[in-house]
């Protein structure tokens, strides 16, 4: 079957600056795929060659099998996108946003589909200029959805979402990609697409540094326990000897592997007679793997 | 290409400035009306409605404003990502824009006009629309070949105007220029005159046929711009074309 969407050795440069070497992946349709990166990594600028609206310097682009460049863009019929910020025309309301793009049999319908889906009734029909950034986010995501595509892209789009619209986004997205719609979503901080994402694109410095799923992501990510000793200081120097594995820092977080970890300290410390006055479970940081993954990238 | 159409409408429909503009444009008419009926020594009465009440100089100066801002006000906006990514090419959004810019100077020159001759019925009776104005023209005929001028060396200026503004992303920027635009091209046209009658070949530029308008009205103008009134329409019309390709190239390779 073919790929919803198919990038292959995407190149991109500004002058000299090589923005995107050899960039490739592909989306499953109705897949909700997670482009992760620092700021400046390339995410915009993948997002906007997909959507021809940059030159590319070699590579290609799909959509539904469908090429895509500047000057070919009839395979972007069936795409909604949010990029970089949403686009508002301070005298137009919310719903004359949607009208004015609104497309094909049942505009009315799909409006206030969408409206309703976005939480957005209240305000729809006041003047876009006084909205706040989280409402202009909103109709910029609403913008997206309309039309009901086949594809959407979505640069950043929890900026400026309080954590209840950010849920609420997650539930649509998910709905929408359960009835068959393709995501593309672009995030800074990964945790925001942790419950999400079937695929993670891990972009750093203009390449793709890992294409996994969340699963396998998460499965990266290490338990650590934090001790608290009555001395600490003695305590991590027996802890050290004995080759039980520790997370760096100050405070003692024992890292949690096949061997154990926990036990083997806790008698270690106890036969030593040191008290142990605390012991909390650090949860598996999403965000410590992913820049495990870009920062082992780099070293190599 | 007709959602695109649809679209450009609908932003320019639901704009307040576009219905300020067109009261303006009446009231400054209706005022310059009632100025000829109650100081006609001040403004002779036949001169006011061939004049247009100024309707058709109001005319210009919003399609000025209209055209500085279609584009710029785009990439003001930040809307233009959303406009450019959809099915349509860039071409055909610019093609958009320049159709609804087009409409609308025809659109104003009309409603200016009919509403010229309505203050005319109304406050002028006496003012004879078949009286002889020279040249085989009666005062209706001059009126009407006036304004299809003034309207042909308006798109002239506005693709000039168009132009500046795909240089620019304020729209403060873009209407600003274009007025000063217009006032430079209007001194400079002016003072054209005097170098055409020492370098004959100076007539082709640009210049030269914005003041086709006013050579229509005055057909003794031809003896200085050197140029025949059929030959500086047909230069503005070129000309134009030019202008507008030159403003699509700029469209076109602008990054986004």
Known sequence: MTAMLAVKDLQKSFGNKKVLQDVSFEVERGHIAALVGPNGAGKSTIMKSILGLIPTNGGSLSVDGQPVRINSHQALEEVGALIEYPGIYPFLTGRQHLELFADGKDKSADIDSVVHAMEMERYINVKAKSYSLGMKQKLGIAQALLNKPELVILDEPMNGLDPQAVKHLRDVIKEMAANGTTFLISSHILSELEKLADTVLILNKGVIVEQTSMQQLKDGTQTVFAIATDDDVRAKKLLTAADIALAPGDAIGILQDERGGLDSALRLLIGADIHVLAVDHVEGDLETSFLNVVNAKEVR | ?256
């Not at chain 2, 025809?106 to 010229?116: D, G, M, N, R």
């Not at chain 2, 620019?168 to 209407?175: C, G, H, L, P, R």
């Open chain 2, 1 to 256: 290409m007709l959602q695109l159409l649809k679209q450009e409408l609908y932003k320019l429909v639901h704009k307040t400035g576009t219905w300020i503009a067109l009261g303006v444009m009446l009231g400054v008419q209706v005022l310059i009306a009632i100025l000829a009926k109650g100081v006609p020594d001040f403004l002779d009465a036949t001169n006011a409605v061939s004049g247009n009440f100024m309707g058709s100089a109001i005319a210009l100066f919003i399609m000025i404003a209209s055209a500085a801002s279609i584009i710029a006000m785009e990439f003001q906006y930040g809307t233009i990502l959303q406009l450019l990514y959809r099915k349509y090419y860039r071409s055909q959004v610019f093609i958009s824009k320049i159709i609804v810019i087009i409409g609308q100077a025809i659109c104003l020159w009309v409603i200016q006009f009919a509403f010229t001759m309505l203050l005319k019925v109304i406050m002028f009776p006496k003012v004879d629309l078949s009286q002889s104005i020279g040249h085989g023209q009666t005062l209706l005929s001059g009126m009407v070949r006036g304004n299809a001028s003034e309207l042909l060396s308006a798109m002239l200026l506005l693709s000039i105007v168009v132009l500046l503004s795909t240089l620019f992303k304020s729209n403060a920027a873009a209407i600003t220029t274009g007025y000063i635009g217009y006032f430079v091209i209007q001194i400079a046209s002016s003072m054209l005159l005097l170098v055409i009658d020492r370098w004959e070949w100076v007539k082709w530029n640009p210049l030269t046929m914005l003041l086709f308008g006013q050579q229509v009205a005055s057909p003794d103008l031809s003896k200085l711009t050197h140029l025949s009134t059929g030959v500086m329409a047909g230069g503005s019309v070129v000309y134009t074309i030019i202008f507008a390709g030159i403003a699509y190239a700029f469209f076109r390779k602008r990054s986004v």
